[in-house]
């Protein structure tokens, strides 16, 4: 903001303007207005340190995606929102397809992001990656039997499987995956298989099937690393049954890798700040960020290079399916679909 005074200050003398008012020389503060449905406190340093380097302050509207989105929506050219910030690559890719985002030309995006973890036309990139995994009880599990998500459907798993709701979009995004692979036929089977060996009706969210498992309720949780990497990094008494019972398995998707998704932003159709927005985006990709988002969320840098938290280290390294998270938004209506029909509920 400072750097702009003396360049008014300059315009002003040299055309022989009157001394300038007070409005005049106060220009506006910069300001980025995100509307998010992350509700990490790594958000808020990260928006801190950026304000700190740039002078450009942030605002932030919290609610749920969908909210959100409604929101956005209804404000139209009014709106003053700037980014959407989500947790699942599926919803930003209804965003785009509701007309709420517009197309970023970032070289310095373009050059950080793996072209897999964003739009293909820039309408959103990925942020931090999480995959969706199996936390499994080291005392009555052999990971060698999780190598596949397919394997989780197999008779040995009866009444032995945690996971959450069928309207959770973290499961609706790895549904999707498979119909991208592998079809809608064998999406179902896997959807149908996964209901036939549940410890329970789906409830709670990823933690809760994590503290199942240490509970002896199942043998094996389907959840997002951070959740698990949060957990092994906690303090709290009643998680440390859990933290020792606990073991990762990172399975495949047919003979693709693991299942990622990203939490990431798009900038607004009808951003009022449009390269604020921009600026915000490529200091989210920085070393620094990435650094922060990794160790403070557990969560996977989209960088190269950048390092991973100590817990998600110790879970050890493994293949990314290479899909196009696009696919996530596009087959999400099917996946519905398909869970709905298997009946997980
Ligand atoms: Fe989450």
């Known amino acids: ?8 200050a300059l315009l002003a003398a040299s055309c022989g303007a009157p001394p300038p008012t007070e409005e005049a020389t106060t220009p506006e503060p910069r300001v980025v207005n995100i509307y998010s449905h992350r509700h990490y406190d790594v958000d808020k340093e990260l928006f801190t340190q950026f304000t700190e380097r740039t002078g450009i302050e942030v605002n932030v509207v919290q609610a749920g995606d969908d909210e959100l989105m ?5 404000e139209g050219a009014n709106s003053p929102c700037d980014i959407l910030m989500t947790s699942d690559a599926g919803r930003l890719g209804a965003a785009k397809a509701r007309g709420l985002l517009q197309p970023v030309e970032s070289a310095e995006l373009q050059r950080i992001v793996p072209a897999n973890l964003r739009d293909p036309d820039g309408h959103w990139y990925g942020l931090t ?10 005392d009555k599990v052999d990971p060698a039997r999780l190598a596949t998500y397919d394997a989780l ?12 709701s069928a309207e959770n979009v973290y499961n609706q995004s790895l549904v999707a995956a498979m119909i991208a692979h592998n079809g809608e036929e064998a999406a179902m089977s896997w959807c149908r298989g996964i209901v036939k060996n549940m410890a329970r009706d789906p409830k709670g969210g990823d933690t809760d099937q994590l503290l199942a498992v240490a509970e002896g309720i199942g043998d094996v949780a389907i959840a997002n690393t951070y959740y698990i990497g949060k957990l092994m990094a906690s303090d709290e008494p009643e ?3 859990a933290k020792a019972v606990l073991g990762v398995a990172f399975p495949i998707l047919g003979d693709h890798g693991t299942h990622v998704n990203v939490s990431g932003a798009g900038v607004a159709a009808h951003a009022p700040n449009k390269a604020e927005a921009v600026a915000l985006l490529e200091f989210l990709v920085s070393e620094d960020a990435q650094s922060l988002f990794a160790e403070g ?49």
Not at 1 to 8: G, H, R
Not at 153 to 164: D, H, M
């Open 239 to 241: 998680k440390q049954k």
């Open 70 to 74: 409604a929101r956005l929506q209804q």
């Open 1 to 8: 903001m400072k750097t702009y005074l003396p360049l008014i």
């Open 297 to 345: 969320n557990k969560e996977y840098p989209v960088r190269p290079g950048v390092p991973w938290a100590q817990e998600l280290e110790a879970f050890g390294k493994f293949r990314m399916d290479s899909l196009n998270l696009e696919a996530l938004a596009r087959l999400n209506p099917e996946a519905v679909k398909t869970m709905g029909m298997a009946e997980w509920k």
């Open 129 to 138: 990656v999480r995959a969706r995994v199996f936390a499994y009880n080291k």
């Open 153 to 164: 459907t197999a008779p040995e798993w009866r009444g032995r499987v945690l996971v959450r």
